[in-house]
């Protein structure tokens, strides 16, 4: 079956989607994009991802070409003409085309955002095996702009530092400034030390976690203590667990930073209890409230 995508108010076989190669997307990175999972044919956290999407938006001073509610429609119509069952939807926003290429954005009167959707399917993946091995990070330098909290597409450092982790034999990167843990390259970073879990405070520094604010939503009705603060690489290698949130990977356990494996005894580089815990809440809770 061939993949139908949306590009600026038309549904169109992927093989017919055009973007122009005037895009600022394209020439400048000047856009911004959000990741929502779909489980059972329904979005997760839909609401949680449009907010985001509105302030990544206002800070950029880019026009929004669609309403939330409109993106919601615009989203289920994907779900059902490429018969989605599990997987993600992408959609990216673009500041446009304008004719010439110019570092002065051009008048949003004139140059009507670009909007672009697909779909992902990715079968199965609420029950993903390696959740139950968990994943291991090497730690690198941080070297991203200063405003990581405007999701925007400038993903060239994090899809260097995923290529540096496979380089290195593992799965993933934790990203570092000044000594301490910012973010992984595509998710937020946690350690549970001494009962509490552990995780950088919101900032300039890291994105705002769709998946965080909810995982620390059900950590406190699991009666769990968070820690808002930030952790270096030695505090987390001595953790007793560790773990990563994402839109698509949910909460994800990591048992190994920079070869050391996390844990003790029989729990030795093994996924922890908390980890494990808030994962299966996590995913209940979003499935009841999925649209
Ligand atoms: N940090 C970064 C740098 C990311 O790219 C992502 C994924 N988009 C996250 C954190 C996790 O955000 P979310 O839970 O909204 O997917």
Redesign the pocket.
């Known amino acids: 079956m061939t993949r139908t995508v949306f590009v600026n108010g038309a549904y169109t076989p992927e093989a017919d989607a055009k973007v122009s190669v005037f895009d600022r997307g394209f020439l400048m990175a000047d856009a911004v994009y959000e990741?929502t999972s779909v489980l059972d044919g329904k979005l997760i956290d839909f609401d949680?991802?449009m907010t985001?999407l509105a302030r990544s938006l206002a800070e950029l001073d880019m026009a929004a070409p669609m309403t939330a509610d409109e993106i919601l429609v615009m989203h289920r119509e994907l779900v059902a003409r490429n018969g989605l069952v599990d997987g993600m939807i992408y959609l990216q926003i673009t500041r446009g085309a304008p004719g010439d290429r110019d570092f002065v954005f051009p008048d949003p009167a004139e140059v009507p955002s670009t909007i672009v959707a697909f779909t992902q399917s990715k079968p199965g993946m609420a029950q993903s095996p390696q959740a139950d091995i968990g994943i291991s990070v090497i730690s690198i330098e941080d070297q991203r702009w200063a405003r990581?909290d405007i999701?925007t597409v400038q993903?060239l450092y994090?899809s260097m530092g995923k290529m540096m982790a496979r380089k290195a034999g593992a799965d993933d990167a934790w990203m570092v400034q000044d000594g301490f843990v910012t973010?992984?390259?595509?998710?937020?970073a946690y350690i549970v030390a001494n009962g509490r879990i552990i995780t950088r405070q919101l900032g300039h520094d890291?994105?705002?976690?769709?998946?965080?604010k909810a995982v620390l939503r059900v950590a406190e009705m699991c009666q769990l203590i968070v820690e808002e603060r930030a952790f270096d690489i030695a505090e987390a290698q001595s953790a007793d667990e560790a773990f990563m949130?994402?839109?698509?990977a949910f909460v994800m356990p990591v048992v190994q930073i920079d070869g050391v494996k996390l844990g003790d005894g029989a729990q030795l580089g093994k996924p922890g209890p908390v980890a494990t815990q808030l994962r299966r809440v996590y995913l209940e809770e979003m499935r009841k409230q999925a649209v």
Request: aromatic share 0%.
């Open positions: 990741v949680g991802h985001r990581r999701k993903l994090p973010e992984g390259t595509s998710n937020n890291i994105l705002a976690g769709i998946t965080r949130t994402s839109a698509s």
